[in-house]
T-cell receptor, first 115, second 113 residues
């Protein structure tokens, strides 16, 4: 399977715990995006990477959130001291650069439940 | 600010019939890209169709077509010959200045046999 993959698919945690999600983009894609989707809403942009550089962060990304993309390959999104309001689907998407980068390919998402 | 509005939370259509989903947007960019994405139940989001604002001709992909009205900032999706597999959430999206997508709240489409 050469699509975008995310791990884990589901995560249940207690409030105050730290969690980390992983995204593996399509191998030749330079751009990687993180979105958050809450129930009944469309995805909201969190941050994106061009290769290993994190170029933009939404104001939704509080200081409890951190994202990395070492070596420009997979990416991780960590949430520290989780809160119930962090419960959501976390989506990763990747795209190539150049003209074709207008299409983003999405992973299946990681559903986080904070108890 | 760039915004996308979908005013139809839910719609239903009989199999083989045609349905149109509405979307309006706001942007100050002179050139931009619009998209419709489909999110089937418990499955990942996939691109249905896209439109570049500088192109006058409406995009078409098989049974899917758009009605792009640039002056009205309207971008509706028409699905012809609806199939059961079209049942999904449909999101209208605008490409932001950083390449990120700005999504509407979605329309839940149910295709009934």
């Amino acid at each position: 399977d050469t699509g975008v993959s995310q791990d884990p698919r589901h995560k249940i945690t207690k409030r105050g715990q730290n969690v980390t999600f992983r995204c593996d983009p399509i191998s030749e894609h330079n751009r990687l995006y993180w979105y958050r989707q809450t129930l009944g809403q469309g995805p909201e942009f969190l941050t994106y990477f061009q290769n290993e550089a994190q170029l933009e962060k939404s104001r939704l990304l509080s200081d409890r959130f951190s994202a990395e993309r070492p070596k420009g390959s997979f990416s991780t999104l960590e949430i520290q001291r989780t809160e119930q309001g962090d419960s959501a689907m976390y989506l990763c998407a990747s795209s190539p650069t150049g003209e074709a980068y207008n299409e983003q390919f999405f992973g299946p998402g990681t559903r986080l439940t904070v108890l | 600010a760039q915004t996308v509005t979908q005013s139809q939370p839910e719609m239903s259509v009989q199999e083989a019939e045609t349905v149109t989903l509405s979307c309006t947007y706001d942007t100050s960019e002179s050139n931009y890209y619009l998209f419709w994405y489909k999110q089937p139940p418990s499955r990942q989001m996939i691109l249905v169709i896209r439109q570049e604002a500088y192109k006058q001709q409406n995009a078409t992909e098989n049974r899917f077509s758009v009605n792009f009205q640039k002056a009205a900032k309207s971008f509706s999706l028409k699905i012809s010959d609806s199939q059961l597999g079209d049942t999904a959430m449909y999101f209208c999206a605008l490409r932001g200045s950083q390449g990120n997508l700005i999504f509407g709240k979605g329309t839940k489409l149910s295709v009934k046999p």
